[in-house]
């Protein structure tokens, strides 16, 4: 039995602290269970193209019979799946799994060397791939031990006219299909046809199998391929299952609508958007591009949504587009933040265009991803990660492995059965304290209601005259500024003080000047808390999830010292 935890004690009514979290067998067992279930509810819509839980089913199957019988692959088969979201992507995803195939996620905007690195290091021998990125996959799939290349084209799925349409368009109107040749390349919706003429013979795959390879920055060093079990994402999925019920209808006769704008290559999008929203009979709307604001406003004009997900420069770009304050919140129920620190002002200015709050939750690829999550009964704590998970540990540790007392600031380390076992093929020693703790590398403590809340990453803080500087809290300040519409903060050398804060900003004002910025931080911040330097730019680097990167602004700054 888990101990008593002062966080227990504000969890939502009817959430138990510990859960049973043997509900399936198998990530394909609970695949199954909910296309019997739901069978004719839509499961996803893309670019106004539906697929029913029903032909998922179908398709899946086609697919993974495809895989067996025509390519011979066997359980434990790495495949590779690189594409936005698009109905391609449930279909190859579950259609890998009931094959017994390991699924390595593939983010589509990965530099060949990127591709090269990952493909090698996780013994890929078959991938699916969107065109659009095929002439990546064609300079380095001779140093890999890739035999079977499945290309898609971004129309096909949405049928007849409009498919023929869409890819021509892209191809040579919008020219975003490079020249490749992979002649040994299988089209995918010729690869679905032949499937369908296949049996599928049924692979037993429990728990303790491994389902997918999800390759993450993780604390140091280069990307590494966290192992996420069935059994883990199974685990994580009856986890929030149980904290997502105040955002799930009751009735079996209204269907819940989420917007799926994070990539289902990430692990947020994977297992939130995908797994659990399909366990569940919500149907969701993938967007292609939602970096396209103006587009993607549009269309959300065509769905009564209640649910969203994101991160904080995707809400901040939405709260920021003139039409989107328009548009129909009649039924949505709320919103929730992952993959970075969602702003104070960003959340206050969501609750109040839309109605409803825009909850924070925290984790990482290496655990599924929740580790913890606001209540989404309205009892949020507005600034923090939430509570752990049922079933989850969440604790605060020094760097000697030592647990620190409530109210003390350290490493945040974890465990729950969604955590990961280590990475795949790596030595993971310093990865776990004490063998089972996994460190987040987050730099974080412990309210006095058992709230969590993050201060920084750990390789992120900076030191200023011997204080400890965390960029969260000045990118959080300065946020805050009407003028501002994004910024970030990294530490640069300084022959006095050891390092300085420099302030990278987007400006919402024209008219905005460092002397402004600088007295606004000296009327909210201590003096060595006040950035140094301010540089105003037109954008800042993101990953294609939206996440800025501070690290490809630190690279800036060393080149240019250099």
Known sequence: MMKEYPWQKHYPAGIPNEIELNEYNSLVHLFEDSCKKYAHLVAFENMGATLTYKQVDELSRNFAAYLQ???????????????????????????????GLIVVNTNPLYTPREMEHQFKDA?????????????SLEQIIGNTKIKHVIITKLGDMLGGLKGGIVNFVVKYVKKMVPAYHLPQALSFNDVLRAGANKTLNKVEVSNSDLAVLQYTGGTTGISKGAQLSHGNIVSHNTMIKHWFKPYLQNKQTEQDVIITAIPMYHIFALTVNGVLMFSTGVKSVLITNPRDI????????????TIFTGVNTLYNGLLNNADFKNLDFSVFKGAIGGGMAVQDAVATRWKEVTGKPLIEGYGLSETSPVLCCNPLDGNHMQGTIGLPMPSTEVAIFDDNGNQLAQGEIGEICAKGPQVMKGYWEKDNEGVFFHGDWFRTGDIGYMNEKGFFKIVDRKKDMIKVSGFNVYPNEIENVLAGHPGVLEVACIGVPDARSGEVIKAFIVKKDPDLTEEKLKTYC????TNYKVPKYFVFRNELPKTNVGKILRRALKEEEQANAA
């Open 123 to 135: 013994g890929v021998t078959a991938i699916v791939i969107v065109a659009n990125f095929a002439h």
């Open 522 to 525: 000296h009327e909210n911040l």
């Open 294 to 305: 103006p587009g993607f406003v549009k269309e959300l004009k065509k769905h009564k949504f």
């Open 69 to 99: 019988h025509d390519l011979g692959m066997k359980k434990g088969d790495r495949i590779a799946i690189q594409m936005p979201n698009l109905l391609q992507f449930p279909i190859a995803f579950f259609g890998a799994l009931r094959a």
